[in-house]
């Protein structure tokens, strides 16, 4: 049995999109929901995981690995965190540029990018937008120092609860709320180097008719295929581009955004081009 392993709030939401794909594809399947309450592994089933970057205390005998993380920054991975894609039986990733550095180190790895699901939209009304800006995500001081000058416009202004940061974890009823109460959200790149887009955090904006605000990256496909639904910053001020933007802000826009993502990035197709790799273990 193929086995979706729900083991952290990070990518939990992508377990339960693969769910709906796999369901719409008559594709056999569980998830494991209760993986935190001293869940064993055993030798037989095949356990899809998004987390094998991580130290986990155990991995399973047998199992998929999805990755989400950057192997092209300057950030320094660990040599171990390797060795276990090396065990796994398939490595899919959702970059073609991680996909290199994986060849690199003798890992084989496929293409398998994020789109949108429908658990990614919350149920919840969006039209209501008081929030002008929202940032969600650990803040460095290079992050730091990209928002200052917008949050001194909005202290300046007596205008703080417009502008929403958040450095610790935000997810459930929290995180969805502040999602769809807000005009824009920002995605600024965690490392330097040769980045990736944050499509994890880009996509959940995009799926509530939030307009994302981003730094390009050093991945072509992902500027190019989600340039039509991101705008990438002008010039280095960050803080005028916002306010630019804030001025031109227009709710219909985030809506069109939307129904294109909805229409021309959905996951299922995206799926159905490593849905012949998944097979095999089914």
Not at 10 to 34: Q, W
Not at 149 to 163: A, G, S
Not at 187 to 192: D, G, K, R
Not at 228 to 244: G, K, R, S, T
């Amino acid at each position: 049995m193929l086995v979706l392993v729900d083991n952290t709030c990070y990518f939990r939401f992508i377990i339960y999109a693969l769910s709906e794909v796999m369901t719409e594809l008559k594709i056999p399947h569980k998830i494991i929901e209760n993986y935190f309450n001293e869940f064993v592994y055993n030798d037989d089933d095949v356990y899809f995981i998004c987390t094998t970057h991580e130290e986990k205390p155990f991995m399973p005998k047998r199992y998929i690995s999805y990755n989400f993380e950057q192997f092209t920054t300057d950030y320094q991975w660990e040599p171990e965190v390797f060795e276990r894609f090396k065990k796994a039986e398939l490595v899919l990733d959702y970059s073609l540029e991680n996909i290199k550095v994986l060849k690199e180190k003798g890992i084989e790895a496929y293409f398998f990018p994020l789109g949108y699901s429908k658990c990614m939209t919350y149920n919840k009304p969006t039209n209501n937008k008081i929030i002008d800006f929202t940032f969600i995500g650990k803040i460095t001081p290079d992050r730091y120092n990209k928002i200052k000058p917008l949050l001194n416009i909005y202290n300046d202004n007596n205008n703080k609860n417009k502008i929403f940061l958040c450095s610790e974890k935000c997810w459930g009823d929290n995180l969805e709320n502040i999602y769809c109460h807000s005009k824009f959200g920002l995605n600024l790149h965690l490392y330097s180097g040769k980045t990736i887009l944050e499509i994890t955090r880009i996509i959940l904006l995009l799926s509530n008719k939030v307009i994302v605000l981003s730094e390009r990256s050093g991945d072509k496909w992902y500027d190019n295929e989600y340039g039509h639904l991101i705008h990438f910053f002008e010039n280095n001020n960050y803080a005028i581009d916002c306010v630019n933007q804030l001025q031109k802000y227009d709710y219909k826009e985030a809506e069109r955004r939307y129904e294109e993502l909805i229409t021309k990035h959905r996951y299922v197709d995206y799926f159905k081009n490593i849905q012949p790799l998944i097979l095999k273990f089914v």
